[in-house]
């Protein structure tokens, strides 16, 4: 692991390191995940690296413990003592936002494997990710307005686009939670399965992800964000780029050989 992601230097995250991927633990359990100045500053550390290191990142929170009976807990939203005393330049400078636009862009795919509360800030990180799967006891929603603010971090406009105008509304203007089930059935996540399988199931997915050749995967995920109107240009110089990338030829002479068999 480089020097600055040893485990030693993060307070607020455990981070672990393979070959593919990154897998990053959101780790304030006395406050229930509350993303604080810290951790948004942790989290930058993590892009930084990730922007060098292109590879998977698996975000997720604490575990459930069956055996104590400790619910899992992914985000319980911004740390409300420090939001109250925040003002408007702080408002102003985007905090939580300008890190969770990071994210979104890192060049390699974001999973975030989501148990329990994942509410404010906490759901707005997970819609900046790039795939999401959550459990039966999954918790999501943006409390914000019952807190006298809006959610402006990404959820005004992310939420929008990933569910719809009505279940955006309704969670946004009129403070609607949804469960798990509910947020499988909006699409809002893609799988749910069992808090003991979360983690396995966001290895999973990423073991599909790093099967692909990678650089068609960080051009693929670029090109999809770009604005309509750069379509279908960056479209066709984008694949003018990879189909002279040694990973094309090799692919698909293997594919063709697999024919012939």
Same mark, same amino acid.
């Given at each position: 692991m480089a020097e600055n992601l040893s485990a030693g230097s993060f307070t607020t995250l455990k981070v672990t390191e #393979? =070959?593919?991927r990154l897998d990053v633990q959101l780790n304030r359990p006395a406050v229930r995940n509350a993303i604080d100045q810290l951790m948004v500053d942790e989290l930058h550390t993590v892009c930084s690296y990730l922007e060098a290191n292109a590879k998977i990142l698996i975000l997720s %929170?604490?575990? #459930?413990?069956?055996? /104590?009976? /400790?619910?899992?807990?992914?985000? &319980? %939203? $911004? =740390?409300? $003592?420090?939001?109250?005393?925040? !003002? !408007?330049?702080? #408002?102003? #400078?985007?905090?939580? &936002?300008?890190?969770f636009d990071r994210l979104a862009k890192l060049p390699m795919p974001v999973i975030a494997a989501l148990d329990g509360f994942a509410l404010g800030g906490g759901a707005e990180l997970a819609y900046a990710a790039d795939f999401r799967i959550g459990t039966p006891e999954l918790r999501m929603g943006n409390p914000e307005t019952g807190l006298g603010i809006m959610a402006a971090a990404g959820a005004t406009w992310r939420l929008k686009e990933l569910v719809g105008e009505p279940v955006a509304k309704e969670i946004l203007l009129a403070g609607k939670v949804l469960n798990g089930e509910e947020c499988l059935r909006v699409g809002l996540v893609t799988e749910l399965v069992d808090g003991a399988q979360l983690l396995a199931a966001a290895s999973a997915l990423a073991d599909r992800i790093g099967a692909q050749d990678a650089l068609a995967v960080r051009i693929t995920k670029s090109v999809f964000h770009a604005p309509r109107e750069a379509h279908p240009v960056i479209d066709t110089l984008a694949q003018g780029m990879l189909f002279e990338s040694p990973a094309k030829f090799d692919r698909m002479q293997a594919f063709l050989d697999r024919k012939k068999k």
């Open positions: #393979a =070959d593919d %929170g604490i575990p #459930a413990d069956p055996e /104590t009976g /400790t619910k899992g807990i992914f985000a &319980s %939203g $911004a =740390d409300i $003592a420090q939001l109250r005393m925040r !003002r !408007r330049d702080d #408002a102003l #400078a985007g905090i939580n &936002s300008g890190i």
